[in-house]
């Protein structure tokens, strides 16, 4: 498996493969299937009986080589499948940044968006290829594949920032995205 090269870190260039959304050289890549996703769905029944029949893979990121570490700007390319469950639109776990930094999303392929949650207000910034999303310090933060097809995105990120999945479990992310006939709605938490 690739590593995260160790500081510091000689300039380097990186291909980025948009159809595979593969990056040349690479560092980990993490697949998150649907039991990982626990506590995410609104549906528990419904994510319990899917992890119980098939367990899919919901999304993959392939990082670079640069590490999450201060003063390191790591970067990393997102795959969320198409898919659903119980129609509540296949997502990331999301996250907060323990160390209150900013965050760029750059979108490659398919369709997607952001919810953003700061605990009190909540905001959603439509992804598609060639919009750049800013996501700001202290707003939690969860991708979400609108479309059909895979939805790809670049994120680049303050290596100092971290990921603080309970802060979601217990705040919420204030809204949520279902299917609805050929398009999405967003609805309250
Ligand atoms: C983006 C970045 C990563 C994050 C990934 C998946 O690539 O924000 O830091 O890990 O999305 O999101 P999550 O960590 O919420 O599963
Ligand atoms: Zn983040």
Redesign the pocket.
Known sequence: MSEFAKPPLSPVQISLDVSTGSLSPSGPT?T?RLL?LKGCFKNTEAWQREVEKSNPIV?Q?I?SVVP?TAREL?????TIFAGDCAGELYM????QHPDPQG?I?YGLEGQGGIILFDGKKSAWVEITPGKIGY?PPGWA???INTGKSDYK???V?PGC?G?D?QW?LDNGMGLRAFKNNNNFELTEF
Do not use: C, M, N, W
């Open positions: 993490l998150r990982d999304y990121v990082s999450e790591p970067q990393s390319i997102t990331t776990k999301g996250h965050e999303y996501i933060h969860r991708s995105f670049l994120a990120y920032a990921h999945y979601v």
